[in-house]
C-alpha cells in the first residue's frame, strides 16, 4: 500500500513522504487492512524493527490530529519512555507531547493539554487512582512491549491498569509485542484482531561459534514456520517440529580465525574486519565489564586519530559523572576512549546516554551488556554475540528463557545501513551447539502467562480498586478481577478469590479498608495515592508511632526504610560478614522502630539484610566515599541511586502519613530526606539547597569555613572560584543576592 493512499492528514502525509515513507511493509499494511484507521483494536506480534512504533504513529494520525483525541503510550522502561519522548517531541513539532514517569503524588493536570502522553505503566496506574479529568479524552492506548504482561515484575500492574482502562473508557487499543507463541490469546482477552507477522526490514541470520567457526542456519525457516504450522493453541506438534529440524539442516560455516581462545574476541575482529559494530550480552555485570577490557584492546587499533579525539570528549564526561570517579568510572572511562564499552544497571544514567550516543555515532565499536539493554532502547548493530546463554538463577546455573535471547537478537541488523543481521551465539562445548540450534534458533518463545496471583500485588491493586470506588462491594471486586488475563487464561478463580478475601481482611486490620462498608478509609486512600504497598505503609506507620515518643537515631529511620518491599531486594549479608552485621544490629536495636526477632527465628536473616541495607545507607550519608560504598557494600554507583530515589519518596510518604495522623516527626524526616538525596552530613545542609552544589562542593565549601548564606557573601571571588569553578562560583553569588557582581558587559564571560 501506498502511503499516499492513507486516509491521515495531509501535512503528516507529506512528512512521511519526505522523510522517505512512500510504502507501507507487510506488517503496517495488514494493520491498515485489519482496521487500524477505522478505530479497531489490534495486537501486533512481529519481530524487532519491523515498523511497529510506525503503526502506532499511524493511530495517532487519526486519533490525536484529526480528532482531537489524547494518545497514551504507555512503555515498560523510563528509558524508553525518555527514548519515545525525544523522538516524538522531534518528529512531531505541531503536537503537543508530555512524558510522565516520575514517583509524583499527582493526578497529572499538567497533562490535560497534551496530544500524546508518554508514561510507564506504573506511572498510568498511579494516575488512574487520582482519576484525573483529562483521561475521558482519551481516544488511544499504545502498549508498547505488550509481552511484557509475563513479567513478574511489570506484568501485574499492567494487566490491571489494562482491564481498569478498558472497563472506565471505550479507546482504540494497540499492543505491539514480539513475535510469541500464544498472541492470539492474549488478543482474545483484549477482543483484539491479531496481526502476525514474520517481515523484518533486515534478514537476520542465526549462528553457533564453536572451534573458529560460526555455522550460520537461516532466520527465515524458524520465522516461517512460527505462523505456518501453529496450531489454533499456538503449539507445534512433533511432526512439525521434525520438519522444521530438516529444514534447518542446511546451513553454511564461516571460519573466524584469529587466533585467540575467546570466542567473542575472534567474533569481534572479524566483525571490525567488516567496518560493522558488535553488541556482546554477558550474563552479568562483572561479565559484560571483563568482556568489554577485552574488547577494548581489540578496537583500539581500529580508531582513526580523530575518532579518539571525539571518544575523549565521552570518556571525560563519562568519569567525571560523579562527584568524585570510582574505580567502575575510571574503568568505563578507559575502555570508552579505546572505542568500547559496558552496559548495565550499575552506571548512571549520564553514562548509559554517553555509550548510547557514542554507539550510535559508530564511535565505540563494542557494547558489552547485560540482557537489560535489549528490553531498552533502540540501540541497533551489525551483529549480536550472545556470549552467556545461562545465568545463576539462586538453584544453580540456567538457560535463559526464548523469549529473552528473541529480544537480544533482536537487536542484529541496522535497517538503512546493513542488508543482514547475524546473531552469533557462543557454545561452550561440541555439544551445546545442537542444544542451541534445537532450544534457540528452532525454539518458541515461551507462552505469556499472566503473574497476577500474587498476594503483595493483589493488596495494592486492591486497595486502589476500593480507595477509588472503582469497587463498592466484594462482588464487584472479584467481578473486576473476572476481566483480567490471569482469569481468562486460567478459568478457575477460587484460589485467586481466597487470596483476594484474605487481602481485603488484611486491609481492614491495617485501618485502610472498612472491610463492612467497603470503602477506604482517609488513611487508606492516602496509602493508594502514595504507590506503595500497603505492608510497607502499615510497617512505616507503626514506626513513626513508635518514633514519636522515643529517642530516635538515623539507624532508626534508615532501618524502617529498608524492611519495606520498595527497597528490595536487600544486600545479602555474606556468611564472613555475619558476626559484624549482628553486632550491629545489637548496638542499633535501642533505636529500631520495631522488637528484633530471635536468632533462631525465620525473619532474623532477613533482619540481617535490612540491617546491611540500612548501613549502606547511612554510609551515603555520612559521606563515604561511592569507590568505598562500591567495595563495602557490593553496590554500583546506578544501584545507589535507585535505591536513594526509593527511599526519598518512601520518606516523602512517611511524611505525609505522619501529617495524616499528627506525629510530630516531619523535621527529622525531611533533614534525611536531604541528606539522602544529596549524601550529605548533617552539617551541610545550609549549602545544598544552593543549585548545583553537591555533596563535593558543599563539603569543599564547608571545610574552608564557608558555611551559609552571609559567609559566601563575604567570602571573596578568586578564593571561591578556586573552590569550586567559575562558572559555579558566580551562579552561588547570584542566588545570595550579588547580582551585580560581575562587570554586566563581561558576565557571560564566566558561563561560556
Given at each position: 500500500m501506498k502511503t499516499e493512499n492513507l486516509e491521515i492528514p495531509e501535512g503528516l502525509k507529506n512528512k512521511y513522504i519526505d522523510e522517505g515513507i512512500t510504502e507501507l511493509n507487510p506488517p503496517q499494511e495488514q494493520a491498515v487492512d485489519k482496521g487500524l484507521m477505522d478505530g479497531d483494536d489490534l495486537i501486533v506480534a512481529s519481530p524487532t524493527a519491523s515498523g511497529k512504533t510506525f503503526i502506532a504513529e499511524l493511530g495517532i494520525s487519526k486519533k490525536a490530529v484529526e480528532q482531537g483525541k489524547t494518545a497514551i503510550y504507555i512503555v515498560p522502561l523510563k528509558a524508553l519512555a525518555s527514548e519515545k519522548y525525544e523522538d516524538f517531541t522531534e518528529r512531531y513539532e505541531d503536537l503537543d507531547v508530555k512524558m510522565s514517569?516520575?514517583?509524583?503524588?499527582?493526578?497529572?493536570?499538567?497533562?490535560?493539554?497534551?496530544?500524546?502522553?508518554?508514561v510507564t505503566s506504573e506511572k498510568m496506574d498511579s494516575m488512574l487512582r487520582h482519576n484525573p479529568s483529562w483521561i475521558h479524552n482519551i481516544g488511544l492506548v499504545v502498549v508498547d512491549e505488550i509481552h511484557l504482561l509475563t513479567s513478574e515484575n511489570r506484568g501485574p500492574t499492567l494487566e490491571v491498569t489494562l482491564t481498569r482502562l478498558r472497563e472506565l473508557l471505550d479507546f482504540q487499543?494497540?499492543?505491539l509485542s514480539a513475535t510469541i507463541s500464544n498472541a492470539s490469546e492474549m488478543a482474545e482477552w483484549l477482543d483484539c484482531s491479531l496481526v502476525s507477522s514474520d517481515y523484518r526490514p533486515v534478514d537476520l541470520k542465526h549462528g553457533v561459534y564453536w572451534n573458529q567457526e560460526v555455522e550460520f542456519y537461516s532466520g527465515d525457516e524458524k520465522v516461517e514456520s512460527k505462523s505456518e504450522l501453529d496450531t489454533p493453541e499456538g503449539w507445534s506438534t512433533g511432526t512439525e517440529m521434525k520438519e522444521k529440524k530438516d529444514q534447518a539442516s542446511e546451513s553454511e560455516i564461516e571460519k573466524v580465525e584469529y587466533g585467540e581462545d575467546h570466542g567473542t574476541e575472534n567474533i569481534l575482529k572479524d566483525t571490525l574486519e567488516q567496518d560493522k559494530q558488535a553488541i556482546t550480552f554477558?550474563?552479568?555485570?562483572?561479565?559484560?565489564?571483563?568482556?568489554?577490557?577485552?574488547?577494548?584492546?581489540?578496537?583500539?587499533?581500529?580508531?582513526?586519530?580523530?575518532?579518539?579525539?571525539?571518544?575523549?570528549?565521552?570518556?571525560?564526561?563519562?568519569?567525571?559523572?560523579?562527584?568524585?570517579?570510582?574505580?567502575?568510572?575510571?574503568?568505563?572511562?578507559?575502555n570508552v576512549a579505546k572505542g568500547a564499552a559496558f552496559h548495565h544497571a550499575g552506571l548512571v544514567s549520564q553514562q548509559r546516554k554517553a555509550v548510547e550516543e557514542a554507539f550510535k555515532e559508530g564511535l565505540i565499536r563494542n557494547i558489552s551488556a547485560t540482557p537489560t539493554l535489549a528490553a531498552g532502547i533502540n540501540l541497533p548493530a551489525f551483529r549480536v554475540i550472545i556470549r552467556d546463554l545461562k545465568r545463576y538463577t539462586g538453584d544453580g546455573m540456567d538457560f535463559i528463557p526464548v523469549l529473552e535471547y528473541e529480544q537480544m537478537t533482536g537487536r542484529a541488523g541496522r535497517p538503512k545501513y546493513d542488508n543482514e543481521g547475524q546473531a552469533i551465539s557462543i557454545a561452550k562445548q561440541p555439544g551445546m551447539k545442537q542444544e542451541i540450534l534445537e532450544r534457540y534458533i528452532l525454539g518458541e518463545a515461551e507462552r505469556i502467562q499472566s503473574k497476577l496471583n500474587v498476594e503483595p500485588v493483589l493488596r495494592m491493586h486492591t486497595l486502589a480498586l476500593i480507595a477509588s470506588k472503582f469497587c463498592s462491594s466484594m462482588e464487584e471486586l472479584l467481578e473486576f478481577y473476572s476481566e483480567t488475563f490471569y482469569a481468562h487464561q486460567f478459568g478457575d478463580m477460587s484460589s485467586v478469590e481466597e487470596k483476594i478475601r484474605k487481602v481485603v481482611d488484611t486491609l481492614d486490620s491495617y485501618d485502610f479498608v472498612d472491610a463492612e462498608a467497603f470503602e477506604a478509609t482517609k488513611i487508606g486512600r492516602k496509602v493508594s495515592d502514595l504507590y506503595i504497598d500497603p505492608d510497607s505503609a502499615h510497617l512505616i506507620l507503626k514506626g513513626l508511632e513508635r518514633a514519636e515518643?522515643?529517642?530516635?537515631?538515623?539507624?532508626?529511620?534508615?532501618?524502617?526504610l529498608s524492611r519495606t518491599s520498595e527497597l528490595t531486594p536487600k544486600l545479602r549479608v555474606k556468611d564472613k560478614e555475619w558476626d559484624e552485621y549482628e553486632k550491629m544490629l545489637m548496638d542499633a536495636e535501642p533505636?529500631?522502630?520495631?522488637?528484633?526477632p530471635q536468632e533462631w527465628d525465620v525473619e532474623y536473616e532477613t533482619f540481617m539484610n535490612c540491617m546491611k541495607t540500612a548501613m549502606m545507607m547511612n554510609s551515603w550519608i555520612s559521606e563515604m566515599e561511592e569507590e568505598e560504598i562500591m567495595n563495602e557494600f557490593g553496590i554500583a554507583p546506578g544501584g545507589i541511586r535507585a535505591k536513594m530515589q526509593n527511599a526519598d519518596w518512601?520518606?516523602?510518604?512517611?511524611?505525609?502519613?505522619?501529617?495524616?495522623?499528627?506525629?510530630?516527626?516531619?523535621?527529622?524526616?525531611?533533614?534525611?530526606?536531604?541528606?539522602?538525596?544529596?549524601g550529605i552530613d548533617e552539617e551541610?545542609?545550609?549549602?545544598?539547597?544552593?543549585?548545583?552544589?553537591?555533596r563535593v562542593r558543599a563539603r569543599k565549601l564547608y571545610d574552608y569555613g564557608i558555611r551559609n548564606k552571609r559567609d559566601i557573601k563575604e567570602v571573596n571571588f578568586e578564593k571561591l572560584k578556586k573552590l569550586i569553578g567559575k562558572k559555579t562560583a558566580g551562579l552561588l553569588k547570584e542566588q545570595v543576592g550579588e547580582e551585580n557582581y560581575f562587570d554586566r558587559e563581561n558576565i557571560m564571560d564566566y558561563f561560556d
Open positions: 514517569i516520575g514517583n509524583s503524588d499527582d493526578a497529572g493536570e499538567y497533562l490535560d493539554t497534551a496530544d500524546i502522553v508518554i487499543l494497540l499492543g554477558c550474563n552479568s555485570r562483572k561479565g559484560s565489564e571483563k568482556e568489554s577490557d577485552r574488547a577494548a584492546k581489540i578496537t583500539e587499533e581500529d580508531l582513526s586519530r580523530e575518532e579518539k579525539k571525539d571518544l575523549e570528549e565521552y570518556s571525560e564526561d563519562i568519569l567525571n559523572a560523579l562527584g568524585s570517579p570510582t574505580s567502575q568510572c575510571k574503568r568505563l572511562a578507559k515518643g522515643s529517642e530516635t537515631r538515623d539507624i532508626s529511620y534508615l532501618f524502617m533505636y529500631l522502630l520495631e522488637e528484633v518512601l520518606l516523602y510518604s512517611s511524611k505525609e502519613l505522619a501529617r495524616m495522623k499528627g506525629l510530630e516527626v516531619d523535621s527529622d524526616l525531611e533533614k534525611l530526606r536531604i541528606r539522602l538525596k544529596h551541610l545542609l545550609s549549602l545544598v539547597k544552593y543549585d548545583q552544589i553537591g
